[in-house]
Structure formats: C-alpha cells, structure tokens
C-alpha cells in the first residue's frame, strides 16, 4: 500500500501540533518544507519548530531542505529530529559529500529534484540514496496544480532502480489529491506528500485513507 507524508506546510501554523494529532494515527510520516526565500521564494520554519515537536510526535520527519547552502542546515535538522533529510540536486556541486554527512548524522538520506531537472546527475550516488523525490510542483508554495509533464521521469526512477537493483525509495510532492495519486502510483510512485489534499480537507482522516486506497 502506498505511504502518505503529509505536508505541514499546509497546515494551520497556529496550532501545528493540534493539526498533527487529526493526522498523525493514518499517515506514515510528517514532511517538513523547509524554505530559505533563496532556493524559493518563500520562507517556512527552521529546526527549532522540529524540535518542538519531536517532543510530542513519534512518526518519521522528513526534512525537504529547498535551501541554497545545504550544507549548513544538515546538522541542525538531523539533530532537532529529522529522520530522514532530503536535499536539492541542483543546490550542491558536492552531493557525495552531503550525502555521507547525512549518513554519519546517522539519518536517511534523499536527493529531491525539481520538475524541469533531469536524471543523469543521480548518476554515481544512487547507490547510497534511500530516496528520491521527484517534485509534480514548482516548489515554493502549497495548493499548486499537479504537473503531468513529470510522470514519465517517475517511470525513468523505477527503471533506473529495477535496472541497478537499488532499493531507494520514490517520493512524489505537489498536486498529489485523488485525481493525480493513481497515475503517479502506477507510474512507480510509493510515497505520496500531500499537503492541501490532506490539511485542506473536511474531513483530513478520511482524505487519507481515500489516498492510501488510490
Ligand atoms: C512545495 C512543497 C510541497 C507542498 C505540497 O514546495 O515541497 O510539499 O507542500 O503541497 P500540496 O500537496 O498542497 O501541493
Ligand atoms: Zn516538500
């Protein structure tokens, strides 16, 4: 069954950890965007509203750092509780570097990739990768419409791990609702960030269960 990462940056930022709790017994991570106004113009939160709640919260954290210098935020997240962080391709001329100091930070280790960026650079560290998330959306913002034009590089990615025989899971953020969930399943999707989808909803459990049975 498909994994659900719900997005908080759809959530209500006034009460963040109320909006966790209508969620958090069906989805099987919390997704965290973390932007800088460089990388994407737009700013969210930093590792002290992570901490607040690891504190409180036992599911996975997924950090998306959409930040121009990874490399200075990669301790900070790991150590106020991210799990598993995810950093841009096109933000570092040393990705093998990042990725072996996330590992040593003892955490999961993701290359995200915007819409428009191609394959190849995965080139020589898929091996070390546990994920790869391919962006349906321009980052930056939440609610934005799904881009079709990205489901062919889902089935490159499956291709590409079925070919090399590396497990790294495949990650898709924005636009994810129950129109787009089943094509990007079967394009080789296994885990869903839904946002607007999910905070956005009546009734958020249901929304998720609905997702999970795409
Ligand atoms: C966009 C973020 C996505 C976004 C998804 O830059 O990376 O995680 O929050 O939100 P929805 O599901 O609303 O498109
Ligand atoms: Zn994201």
């Known amino acids: 069954m498909v994994k659900i990462a ?33 990388f994407v113009p737009n700013i969210t939160f930093g590792p002290q509203v992570v901490a607040s709640l690891r504190e409180k919260v036992n599911l996975p954290f997924e950090i998306h750092l959409m930040v121009e210098n990874p490399q200075e935020w990669i301790i900070p997240f790991a150590r106020a509780g991210g799990d598993l962080i995810t950093i841009h391709l096109e933000t570092s001329h040393h990705l093998d570097r990042l990725i ?64 090399r025989g590396v497990p790294f899971e495949i990650e898709v953020d924005g636009g994810i609702n129950q129109a787009t969930a089943r094509q990007v399943i079967e394009a080789g999707s296994s885990t869903l960030v839904v946002g607007t989808a999910v905070f956005g909803a009546s009734d958020p459990k249901e929304a998720i269960l609905r997702l999970k049975n795409s």
Request: with cysteine; hydrophobic share 45%.
């Open 6 to 38: 719900a997005s908080l940056l759809a959530a209500d930022f006034s009460c963040l950890y109320e909006e966790v709790k209508k969620v958090e017994k069906e989805v099987d991570s919390l997704h965290f965007d973390i932007m800088d106004g460089h």
């Open 100 to 163: 072996t100091l996330i590992k040593k930070e003892g955490k999961k280790a993701g290359i995200a990739l915007n819409p428009a960026t191609s394959l190849c650079g995965l080139e020589y560290i898929l091996s070390g990768l546990d994920l790869v998330l391919a962006m349906t959306v321009n980052p930056g913002f939440g609610a934005q419409d799904f881009l079709f034009s990205v489901l062919p590089k889902i089935k490159s990615l499956r291709q590409m791990a079925k070919e």
